[in-house]
């Protein structure tokens, strides 16, 4: 079965440590994305890849990292420079990044800082 | 701008009740419609999509038509069950910037009783 996997599930840690949160997906597309989401709001795009090697920040992209040597892969690193890290955080994929194609879902990662 | 202005949650139902869940838009050029479901502690999963005026989307039951002249594109379902319980994400996609962005509403909590 074709999809979108991040782990873990859930992650807890210390603030002041940088965090990396793994998304892998085995539908074959190209453009890949972070989404942060906090209670009771709709989802906010943190970084998107178009391609392999090649990535753009969103709209919220500060104290955030991400990499994309790899096709099916796009960590996403939380800093310690983010002031409010605790969220939950989904990764998505698109066939390409042009009009029209909806965007499939992982399970996403629930984050906690403490 | 674009965004996406849905009905404030939770919409509480009794099982077999019509449901409408209100979504306008604002957005410059011809964007595609989304409706995403996410069940609790889970990722979005993509319910419906329209790409074009008038056109309808449809899946499980649920159903919603592009209506350009009054830019909204409302959920409804005729008969609602306990396992339709969930947050629904009205979204639009446009392209910018040389990628399919998508911008979401803030969600609209359902919760069915028996």
């Known amino acids: 079965d074709g999809g979108i996997t991040q782990s873990p599930k859930y992650l807890f840690r210390k603030e002041g440590q940088n965090v990396t949160l793994s998304c892998e997906q085995n539908?074959?597309?190209?453009?890949m994305y972070w989404y942060r989401q906090d209670p009771g709001q709709g989802l906010r795009l943190i970084y998107y890849?178009?391609?392999?090697?090649?990535?753009q920040k969103g709209d919220i992209a500060e104290g955030y990292s991400v990499s994309r040597e790899k096709k099916e892969s796009f960590p996403l690193t939380v800093t310690s420079a983010q002031k409010n890290p605790t969220a939950f955080y989904l990764c998505?994929?698109?066939?390409?990044?042009?009009?029209?194609?909806?965007?499939?879902f992982g399970p996403g990662t629930r984050l906690t800082v403490t | 701008g674009n965004s996406v202005t849905q009905m404030e949650g939770p919409v509480t139902l009794s099982e077999e009740a019509f449901l409408t869940i209100n979504c306008t838009y604002t957005?410059?050029?011809?964007?595609?419609l989304f409706w995403y479901v996410q069940y609790p502690g889970e990722g979005l999963q993509l319910l419906l999509k329209?790409?074009?005026?008038?056109d309808k989307g449809s899946n499980k039951g649920f159903e919603a038509t592009y209506r350009k002249e009054t830019t909204s594109f409302h959920l409804e379902k005729g008969s609602v069950q306990v396992s339709d319980s969930a947050v629904y994400f009205c979204?639009?996609?446009?392209?910018?910037?040389?990628?399919?962005?998508?911008?979401f509403g803030a969600g609209t909590r359902l919760a069915v009783h028996p």
């Open positions: 329209a790409t074009k005026a008038d």
């Open positions: 957005a410059t050029g011809y964007p595609s």
């Open positions: 890849s178009q391609i392999v090697n090649d990535f």
């Open positions: 539908l074959n597309h190209d453009a």
């Open positions: 979204a639009l996609a446009v392209f910018s910037g040389g990628y399919n962005k998508l911008i």
């Open positions: 998505a994929s698109s066939i390409e990044a042009g009009s029209g194609h909806e965007q499939y």
